[in-house]
């Protein structure tokens, strides 16, 4: 009982016993076929108990879509989990959603798209690229374009002067936020509906209601900030975080121990925090305010959606993840520098996918989606080829979809590429 307990069994010959394992398989789409070593033993979600501890090749496979494929080391006695699969279609099916557009973005709850064309025409297309309303001309392409959190404003700056438009109102108005022209690294509150954050020429973070059009000082002397669900980072001009709450009243100034300049903070909802210095290095601030060394050198980074992973780009052509937090996250070592891919050419506008085991990214006229796993390689799945320049690609709900810019010499189209997930 004790030799079971611990994963072992005996053989048919009764004499010779081997370790055995579990392995645990996900993906999505769910119901898809699950193959160990060629033959048939599931579907997906499914549990392969009392397997030989050894290494295995698992494929998950799913009708119309590309198979999934690895070589996967049982455990002995242990639970070995392949979690992580996503199978992409066969055959690609992108639809264009409007024509000669020069940028767009995408609201958080992911059903709405604000495009600007190449005549500075603004509009709001629900997921079909039907408009809700008459779009409206612009003065010229916004150097920024923000939702707020509710997807039901966007807030515009073009040439330093402000303006908002309310969607849920037809026709669609700009209106003017005066208070906010001049202002740098504006940002909607997560927690508070209708108020925004700014820093003034006088280096003063301000709040601003979008209702009354009234605004407050928070902070003075501000060099840049950075906002969690709960609270507002500060950096001021001597380097020195400050972590206020919402209503602007100081929690906490944790003194970190490093004589370099801040460069960056990056800060997820929950309030992790990673450090960029101005020599590119990054560190984490852990909870007892300890400066954990992340990178010697990043260029690009970025949280993953539940917080506990960062990407990071520190050269060109290759992309990197550090599992800061997640202990199940087996096969990444935690808070280690891990390579997931590498190329032979620029690797451009990283940012994860859906649930973040996932990384989307575009090499020359390519868009990739690559997996994080890299047990026996990570598998990558090409969402288009023949694209030209920046695409600005923005992810849809769930990974269900894949949102871009394909460029070609006649005209830039908003098109979006239908990656068939499942979303039970």
């Known amino acids: 009982m004790v030799l079971y307990a611990l994963g072992y069994r005996l053989s048919e010959n009764v004499i010779e016993s081997k370790p055995v394992g579990v392995l645990i398989v996900e993906s999505i ?6 193959y160990i070593d060629d033959q048939h033993v599931g579907k997906t979600p499914h549990s392969a108990i009392s397997l030989v501890a050894e290494t295995v090749n698992l494929a998950v496979v799913s009708e119309g879509m590309t198979t999934w494929q690895k070589n996967i080391e049982v455990g002995s006695g242990e639970v070995t989990e392949a979690r992580d699969v996503r199978l992409f279609p066969e055959e690609n099916n992108i639809t264009t959603i409007a024509s000669n557009v020069s940028g767009f973005t995408l609201s958080p709850n992911r059903n709405l798209l604000a495009v600007v064309t190449n005549n500075n025409l603004f509009s709001v297309l629900d997921k079909d690229g039907i408009p809700i309303a008459k779009p409206v001309e612009l003065s010229s392409v916004p150097d920024q374009l923000l939702w707020s959190p509710d997807s039901s404003s966007i807030i515009f700056s073009i040439k330093n002067k402000v303006s908002v438009v309310d969607i849920t109102k037809t026709p669609l108005l700009l209106k003017p936020a005066l208070k906010l022209n001049n202002t740098s690294k504006f940002t909607w509150d997560q927690r508070i509906p209708g108020r925004l954050h700014a820093i003034t020429l006088d280096n003063d973070l301000i709040s601003y209601n979008l209702a009354t059009g009234a605004t407050e000082l928070i902070y003075s002397q501000v060099k840049f900030f950075a906002a969690s669900s709960r609270h507002i980072y500060i950096v001021d001009f001597d380097s020195q975080i400050h972590i206020l709450n919402l209503q602007g009243a100081l929690v906490t100034s944790p003194h970190i121990d490093s004589d370099k300049e801040i460069k960056e903070l990056h800060v997820t909802p929950g309030g992790e925090v990673v450090i960029l210095f101005e ?34 780009q520190i050269d060109d052509t290759s992309l990197h993840v550090v599992n800061m937090l997640d202990e199940r996250l ?39 989606i690559t997996e994080i796993d890299t047990r026996d390689n990570p598998t990558s799945y090409i969402v288009d080829s023949t694209n030209l320049g920046d695409s600005q690609i923005t992810v849809g709900d769930q990974g269900s979809s894949v949102y871009y810019i394909k460029r070609t010499g006649q005209q830039n189209r908003l098109v979006s590429a239908s990656l068939f997930v499942d979303v039970e």
């Not at 789409?29 to 699950?34: I, K, L, N």
């Not at 560190?283 to 990071?312: F, H, R, T």
């Not at 990444?332 to 990214?361: D, M």
Request: net charge negative; hydrophobic share 40%; proline share 8%.
């Open 29 to 34: 789409p769910r119901r898809s076929d699950v």
């Open 279 to 312: 020599d590119q290095s990054l560190s984490y601030l852990a909870k007892d305010n300890l400066l954990i060394p992340v990178a010697e050198s990043v260029d690009k980074l970025g949280w993953s959606p539940d917080e506990q992973v960062l990407y990071l």
């Open 330 to 368: 087996s096969y990444i070592p935690l808070q280690q520098l891990h390579l997931v891919t590498r190329l032979s050419r620029p690797i451009r506008n990283p940012q994860w996918f859906a649930g973040g085991r996932h990384i989307i990214y575009q090499a020359d006229d390519e868009i990739f």
